[in-house]
């Protein structure tokens, strides 16, 4: 997580370029199948990153994340994958049993990246909330002075 963001901090510079993500905008003309998409759905950023671990001696690597456009499906408009067969029966019910939903890279008629998702509503972004309930990195939040008595 650290090297996504570390990566992604070093990689994206301030300009209004097309080819930078910086705004929803530019996201959304991006996105693979952007009309169908936008009705059927929600653009997002795809990170697809590798992490290597050695355990002799223990490290961890991190490579570049590699950043692509991609579209996040609705569980509603499944049929969209169905009718193109990209997905079969029991991928959809593995991923409906989990209550999850399926996102897609690449373009729909030239054999997209199909994934079933995780919806995780603990990642909304805290400090448009309540900065004070987010866990700060591993969740260690040191005690003021005043309780070491």
């Not at 990689?11 to 009705?39: G, H, K, M, Y």
């Not at 009718?83 to 373009?107: H, I, M, P, W, Y």
Request: glycine share 6%; charged share 25%.
């Amino acid at each position: 997580l650290v090297g996504t963001v570390a990566g992604v901090g070093l990689d994206t510079n301030l300009s209004f370029d097309a080819d930078n993500v910086a705004s929803r905008d530019i996201i959304d003309r991006q996105t693979p199948n952007s009309e169908l998409c936008f009705a059927a759905g929600a653009s997002a950023m795809v990170f697809d990153e590798r992490i290597f671990v050695s355990l002799n001696p223990f490290n961890v690597y991190v490579a570049q994340p590699e950043v692509k456009p991609g579209c996040v499906l609705r569980r509603s408009n499944w049929s969209i994958l169905e009718t193109r067969e990209l997905v079969t029966k029991e991928q959809e019910l593995q991923c409906k049993k989990n209550l999850n939903t399926f996102a897609f890279v690449g373009d729909l008629e030239k054999a997209p990246e199909v994934s079933c998702v995780y919806h995780s509503e603990d990642a909304e972004n805290q400090f448009m909330q309540d900065p004070r309930t987010a866990a700060l990195g591993d969740g260690y939040q040191p005690r003021r002075s005043r309780d070491f008595k």
